[in-house]
């Protein structure tokens, strides 16, 4: 039997959580139980869950006092799925939902290998989430990918999605190792925390999936499900692509993640930008790369 907790976490996008919610309770597994951990990171537009509108799931909500970010609001949900038996964790955006039997696909890939440690799917841009929605037809938007697996630019340090903005058409349908897990949508298993631990609070949003990532990989292979669907309304709690929130977050947490991880050469490279960002970046760039350097991390100097 597999028990199966979610980690769902929400801040001032409720209807999102809701119809996300809505998706779990469709799922369709066989041997396991699933129990969905909701967590407020303390939103200004109250989250109001009807319980009785989710009778098929088992379902708890907390809500949280502060904003704990993306790493400290899971973390308490993982501490908590752990300390209540759980084999596996689904992280889920709470702005996606998931095809019926998205999990039990992503639970199959554990089945044949034990060095697995997470299983992530394929996911569309939520249907007129598009980056470039007017480009496609009708008839392909929901079938717009967002992430078929994905690696690591090490030269700019950048995540790159495999896939991303092109129209399904099955050329990514061969379930494989990827390099990079998005924490948009993947099932883990309890192993995985217990032995490398849970994401580093320091990066609170954006690149803690990557940190992760990159610890995971020493010890266990992650594996792409293609025939696992998930939708993604792309940086709906955010303020969208290019906001001032991911110039502050992306600004300082690049520096974080790479001078840990990239090579001296690249190392280098982000010193030199990050000193002209400091003189000619917007604000919130400025602020991410100060911030950096007085190592001011979790929330920061950003608020939200």
């Not at 709690?237 to 690049?254: A, C, F, H, P, V």
């Not at 790479?258 to 002209?276: D, N, Q, V």
Request: overall charge positive; proline content about 1%; some cysteine.
């Amino acid at each position: 039997m597999n028990t199966i907790f979610v980690s769902i976490l929400n801040f001032n996008s409720r209807d999102f959580t809701y119809a996300c919610l809505s998706s779990l309770g469709q799922s369709r597994l066989s041997d396991s139980t699933l129990t969905v951990l909701v967590r407020d990171n303390a939103s200004e537009e109250k989250l109001s869950v009807d319980e009785k509108q989710y009778t098929s799931l088992s379902l708890k909500v907390v809500y949280g006092k502060i904003n704990e970010g993306f790493a400290g609001g899971h973390n308490a949900n993982i501490q908590y799925a752990l300390e209540h038996g759980a084999s596996h964790i689904l992280l889920l955006n709470n702005d996606a939902t998931i095809a019926k039997d998205t999990i039990q696909e992503l639970l199959n890939s554990f089945s044949d290998d034990t060095k697995v440690g997470a299983v992530v799917p394929k996911i569309y841009f939520a249907k007129g989430h598009e980056f470039h929605k007017e480009q496609y037809k009708e008839s392909e938007l929901g079938k717009v990918i967002w992430y078929a697996g994905g690696k690591m630019d090490w030269r700019n340090v950048i995540g790159k999605n495999r896939g991303v903005d092109e129209v399904d058409q099955g050329q990514y349908d061969t379930r494989q190792k990827t390099e990079l897990l998005t924490g948009c949508c993947v099932l883990i298993k309890r192993e995985v925390f217990e032995k490398i631990g849970l994401f580093d609070e320091r990066y609170f949003l954006y690149y803690e999936d990557s940190d992760f990532t990159e610890r995971m990989k020493k010890k266990y292979t992650l594996v792409y499900a293609p025939k696992a669907i998930a939708w993604h309304a792309n940086a709906s709690s955010s303020g969208g692509s290019g906001s001032e929130l991911q110039d502050y977050y992306i600004s300082r947490n690049r520096l974080l993640f790479g001078m840990k991880y990239a090579s001296m050469r690249t190392r280098i490279a982000l010193l030199r930008e990050s000193t002209r960002l400091l003189f000619n970046g917007r604000t919130w760039q400025k602020q991410g790369i100060k911030d950096y350097y007085k190592k001011k991390f979790g929330k920061g100097s950003y608020s939200l």
